[in-house]
């Protein structure tokens, strides 16, 4: 965001009636709708701390498992794709796996942010292999050092397949139905599952947690890539002592895919599960962006890769920013536009399926290299 865009957003407001950006989802009460993404944001007890600090409305840790002595994080894990002025990160490439912390160390952590920040909300991401056992037992124990809501990770798509754990479990509609089971027997906070883009169609995977009784949904985690070759080396990037893998594409760019899935996964909680949450995720900047996202149909908006380009207090703007565009259109809650857009779009489909002159058009050409 350009230095001089982010100061002139700055106006204070001037309404009778202020809008507000305090929310209530699934029980849960945020100053505001900006979610600290599962991530490096999240990565421990000093940042997580931090976000409370800076006024993020809630905070995902980075992602958990019962044993993180299987995990082994890599060095490079990020390739970067820069707008043409090769200064701006527009798209962002991650091999990152889960946290690779102690459990122990992390409960003990939980326990101390929620006695720092007793009102902020503390949501444990949680991933763990196709075990009942071990899947109560992550929830239990989580649950036991106080945090507010879980997030169920069955969405990265490079980390851990060979357990079977993430996408490798999000992108199959039974199995992902089952562990969604195993979950909601022993939660007691609210349960949001975390979907991956990388399916054809989101929304028969996001039914599957719905029908197993999740209270929300968050969408998206990223979408396999890779970003490129290096064209001195011949290897794909980020290598790692010359091996690679395919990893998650995250930042502005993803964002015309996340919206496309949201307003999917909007659309079916609309007419097949009414009061069910969505957090809406990929490649959030800004205010405006987090505008539309919930014009498309989410609660919450959450920002992972923006945070790590911008900084923790880049939150403020975005709440500004969201309170402008609030003003602009006289709303004065969140309730009052969500899905407001999505709404646009059916009609709009209905409508051009039923003008006369749409459907009497004739088609163009075909140039002869077309197929
Ligand atoms: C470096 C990196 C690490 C991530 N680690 C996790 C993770 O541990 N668990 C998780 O659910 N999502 C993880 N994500 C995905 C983000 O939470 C988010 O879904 C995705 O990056 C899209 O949002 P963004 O464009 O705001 O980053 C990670 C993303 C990045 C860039």
Redesign the pocket.
């Known amino acids: 965001m350009p230095a001089a865009t982010r100061v002139s957003l700055l106006v204070p407001l001037t309404l009778n009636n202020m809008p507000t950006l305090a929310t209530t989802v699934d029980g849960l009460k945020l100053p505001n709708p900006f979610v600290i ?4 944001p999240g990565t421990n007890l000093n940042v997580i701390n931090k976000a409370f600090k800076e006024g993020w409305g809630a905070v995902i840790a ?2 958990v498992s019962l044993e993180a002595g299987k995990v082994v994080n890599v060095t490079p894990r ?1 390739a970067k794709l820069y707008a043409g002025d090769g200064k701006e990160v527009i798209g ?1 490439e ?1 091999i ?1 796996l ?1 946290s690779d912390r102690k459990f122990s160390i992390w409960l003990e952590e939980f326990k101390k942010i929620k006695d720092a920040y007793p009102e902020g909300i503390l949501i444990a ?1 949680i991933m763990e292999e196709f075990s009942k056992d071990a899947w109560v037992e992550i929830v239990e124990r989580c649950q036991d050092a106080g945090v507010d809501a879980f997030e169920c ?1 069955f ?2 798509p490079h980390g851990l397949p060979e357990r079977k754990m993430g996408a490798a479990m999000g992108q199959v509609p039974e199995i992902l139905s089952e562990v969604c089971g195993w979950v909601m027997s022993a939660a007691k906070k609210p349960v949001w599952a ?1 979907m991956t883009p990388n399916v054809t169609r989101i929304q028969d995977l996001s039914r599957a947690a719905l029908r197993a009784g999740c209270q929300g949904l968050a969408a ?3 979408i396999r890539s890779v970003m490129g070759v290096n064209l001195d080396t011949l290897r794909p990037e980020p290598t790692v002592e010359g091996f690679t893998t395919p990893g ?1 594409y ?2 502005k760019a ?1 964002k015309p895919i996340a919206l496309r899935m949201v307003m999917e996964i909007a659309t079916m909680i609309r007419s097949e599960f009414p009061g069910r949450s969505l957090s809406g ?4 900047e800004s205010g405006g962006d987090a505008a539309q996202f919930i014009l498309l149909g989410s609660d919450t908006v ?5 945070v790590m380009k911008f900084g923790y207090g880049c939150v403020k703007q975005m709440c500004n920013e969201l309170l402008q565009f609030m003003e602009k259109h006289k709303f004065e809650t969140l309730a009052d536009f969500k899905g407001r857009s999505s709404i646009t779009s059916l009609r709009m489909r209905s409508w051009c399926a039923c003008r006369p002159s749409a459907r009497q058009r004739k088609p163009r050409p075909q140039s002869k290299s077309s197929w």
């Open positions: 993404g599962s991530g490096p980075k992602t990020y962002w991650n990152e889960i991401s990770n969405s990265c975390k998206i985690n990223t998650g995250s930042s993803v995720i990929g490649g959030l959450q920002v992972c890769t923006g």
